[in-house]
């Protein structure tokens, strides 16, 4: 499934003026070809937290071959080429994003943005009423965007030995709408 609502609506769209890296992209579910570059990129992206979290994130030693061949990933793409992922679970009455990542070089270009912008698509059409997610407290970034992106910070916990932080964001049906209360 193709979702470019988010690369080509301009009230939406993480675009810069005329940023060239949003001109062709997409976002599909991911396929066995896309597997060795699904953990190149978690490996990349997550390798700068090691010395921060003191061990490897979670993410980095999941596996990823199970979570392609049950649907879970989605990938952003130009061409053939995977720039981002997205772990997409329903759970209840949520989407849970169990990873959401884009390659280094790919990185502040808004591509986080599209991802989550799927993400929500998707729970809309599966008639689920939020999204749901967690990351590491050492994982400072991380936060602050859940936060610009609307998510509440609903609980703190430790779990197989990482501090995690639990998000929700609430989604309005009607129109699209996100229910940032």
């Known amino acids: 499934m193709t979702d ?20 062709d ?5 991911a ?10 990129i978690v490996i990349a992206a997550y390798s700068k937290y090691v010395p921060r979290i003191g061990r490897r994130p979670a993410p980095m030693d999941a596996d990823y071959d199970a979570m392609v061949t049950c649907g879970k990933i989605h ?11 997205i772990v997409i679970t329903p759970q209840d009455d949520a989407l849970m994003v169990g990873n959401l990542c884009v ?12 991802l989550m912008g799927h993400a929500e698509t998707m729970a809309r059409s599966m008639n689920l009423t939020a999204i749901t997610l967690f990351t590491n407290e050492k994982m400072h970034e991380n936060i602050g965007l859940y936060v610009k992106l609307g998510f509440v ?3 703190r916990r430790t779990e197989h030995g990482f501090e995690r932080v639990y998000f929700r964001k609430a989604l309005d049906h009607a129109a699209g709408v996100t229910d940032r209360a």
């Open 153 to 155: 910070v609903t609980g």
């Open 4 to 23: 470019k609502k988010y690369v080509d609506d301009p009230i939406h769209s993480p675009r810069r003026g005329d940023d060239p890296w949003h001109g």
């Open 75 to 85: 990938v952003l793409k130009r061409e053939q080429n995977v720039l981002g992922l």
């Open 25 to 29: 992209v997409h976002v599909e579910i």
């Open 103 to 114: 390659a280094p070089e790919a990185q502040g270009k808004g591509f986080g943005r599209v």
């Open 31 to 40: 396929t066995q070809d896309d597997a060795d570059r699904i953990r190149d």
